[in-house]
């Protein structure tokens, strides 16, 4: 029954829980990321917030973006003030003081927070089992702070602490993969979601909120600014990171891989790369390198999903 | 006029400093960021509502007719909408004065 649940341009919830008047700057995907997610899970949600873009953007104090209860917490612990939420939530409805209900706990991060910082806090509430759901805004550096790699960063792509210079041509070092580091934890839901793909993305997050225990979603987001990409191709950014291969679209349900929007043919990762300033000075070969690792990673990434669902 | 920003004074913050009022970034209006507008063609617009999802503001919304409808006061013009829109009945229009 699943397939037909459909979502329409036209169909999906008018609310929104981040407000208009975010200081997000033009054409940033992050906060579109952002707004689709609490689109989906509605008013009964507690987020907490580690430092970054979304939380400088939409608290400006006194002023809040947010229409629902928002901590914001240091850069590290997201994910560990998320579960304590969680925790207290059960303790409250098993005495009895507040009625039973579902609530969200949500917890996000940008890629910083969750893949350098927040590591290890992350991997500690995903362990524990807490039901709540982590968001990782991945827009592939520290752009909150002015552009400073992180392990996120992809090979090559300049920042100002890894700069494009005749000696090193930016980032020495390939993404670090943070998908497959929650896939072995084991938890029941872990997925990449895009939002140039919305429905796909209403989709997986509406699971992630339904799904027993942790969930795990890692968002492409597109960064205008720091990427130097102009601001009204960010849609179309996250579609061409699908199609080369740079941002595969997955999900992994107790431990099932499957492929959304598998690619047949790849599109030149050029397409992808011509359109960011902080790829500009890459040469040919070195695309074409990155392009062969991609594929290869994508290959791997079937070759899972066929073996984890052999016997379906 | 619009309503202006509060600015507390210490006696006013509540506890833990927090912000009691949901959504109160609304008196803050981003709209002159912005450098060029969106403008809608009606006649050639089949609403279909991609316009709606894809506005990183959020300050696009269907009215009654079932037509998208600009909330200028917040609209950066990042020109999302135009891109995305696959009829091509939006276009940019520079900001005068």
Known sequence: MEKFNVFASRLIPKEDYVCSGHRACQGCAEALAMRLVHKVLGRNTIAASATGCMEIISSPYPETAWAIPWLHVAFENSASVGSGIEAGLKALMRKGKIPKRKINVIAYGGDGATVDIGLQWVSGAMERGHDMIYVC???????????????????????????????????????????????????????????????????????????????????????????????????????????????????????????????????????????????????????????????????????????????? | MAKQSPAPNWQDLALGCATLEAGSSRYQKTGDWRSSRPIWNFEQCVKCGVCTVFCPEGCLKMNADGYPQVDLDYCKGCAICVTECWTGCISMEEEKD
């Open chain 1, 137 to 312: 805004y991945d827009n592939e550096a520290y752009m909150n702070t002015g552009i400073q790699r992180s392990s996120s960063t992809p090979l090559h792509a300049a920042t100002t602490t890894s700069p494009a210079g005749k000696a090193i041509g930016g980032q020495q070092t390939w993404k670090k993969n943070m998908t497959e580091i929650m896939v072995a934890h084991n938890i029941p839901y872990v997925a990449t979601i895009n939002p140039s793909y919305p429905f796909d993305f209403m989709r997986k997050v509406k699971k992630a909120a339904e799904i027993e225990g942790p969930a795990y979603l890692h968002a492409y987001s597109c960064c205008p600014t720091g990427w130097g990409s102009r601001p009204e191709l960010g849609i179309q950014l996250g579609r061409l990171a699908v199609e080369t291969g740079a941002f595969p679209l997955y999900e992994v349900e107790y431990g099932k891989y499957s492929v959304q929007e598998k690619v047949e043919d790849f599109r030149p990762l050029k397409d992808y790369v011509k359109l960011q300033r902080r790829f500009r000075h890459l040469t040919d070969d070195q695309i074409a390198a990155s392009q062969e690792r991609l594929i290869k990673e994508y290959k791997l990434l079937l070759k899972k999903e066929q073996m984890t669902r052999e016997g379906d």
